[in-house]
């Protein structure tokens, strides 16, 4: 048998007992759709380092490809008007293609936050 003080304690916690285990079950939801969502922002995260890797991989061929064909350009010697015009073209958008990559870089922190 319940003694007076558990019984007044019962009574007196009845009113709050059903608002108290209604947050708990809202707690308890929220956290397992926080993990859920949290789960789901990680694996977009990883394929998004996947897909900015092969940017980067692939931006860095396509800067040595216009590399060594500058430098044939110029031990050639003997270019026309449009060689020339088609390289400067090239090179300025490799130095765009350079800034726009170094603004994505920036956009991110070297190291992720604590």
Known sequence: MASLSEVIRAWLLQPVAAPINELQRTFNVNRAELVERLTGIDTALTALDAGVNKI??????LLSE???LAAAVEAAANTTPEIDAALEAVQARTTTLAATVQA?????PDTPPV
């Open 56 to 61: 980067g991989v692939e931006t860095q061929a």
């Open 66 to 68: 216009v590399s060594t």
């Open 104 to 108: 994505v870089d920036d956009l991110v």
